[in-house]
């Protein structure tokens, strides 16, 4: 799933760059923006009591990110059962220019623990998972 938007000042460093914290809002918005193009946004899971806690970030930084750059960040579920899921994502620049990309990995949550997405929910995820 294809997500775009601009860089602000807020978001940069001294240096005019994305500052290195603000990667991590622009994979969250992506996500979030891919759960609602999936027909199951971040609200539906709030309604059924379930939380997404991300228990493991990878980010690898390639080329900074300007002031005012457009950027488009793809997100992919790549990985997923009924307990967690693993997300995929790059950030490229409008030039088409890789600039950073994460593996990001998500456990259901509910009352405080892990649980287990129901089956009909988790059938929503299923059809966004690649070929096996």
Same mark, same amino acid.
């Given at each position: ?37 999936? %027909? #199951? @946004?971040?609200? /539906? ?6 939380? &997404?806690?991300?228990? !493991? ?6 080329? %900074? #990110? @300007?002031?005012? /750059? ?6 992919? &579920?790549?990985?997923? !059962? ?51």
């Amino acid at each position: 799933m294809e997500y775009k938007r601009r860089i602000f000042g807020y978001e940069c460093d001294i240096y005019g760059h994305l500052n290195n914290a603000n990667y991590l809002h622009l994979y969250e918005e992506a996500r979030s923006e891919a759960l609602i193009e999936m %027909g #199951i @946004p971040v609200k /539906e899971f709030h309604r059924q009591g379930i939380n &997404i806690y991300i228990i !493991n970030i990878n980010v690898d930084f390639k080329k %900074g #990110i @300007p002031l005012e /750059e457009e950027v488009t960040i793809f997100s992919e &579920i790549i990985e997923c !059962n009924r307990l967690w899921g693993l997300w995929k994502q790059k950030i490229f620049d409008k030039k088409g220019d890789l600039c950073s990309q994460a593996l990001v990995k998500g456990v259901f949550v509910k009352n405080g623990a892990p649980r287990r997405l129901s089956p009909e929910l988790f059938a929503r995820f299923e059809k966004y998972l690649p070929e096996k």
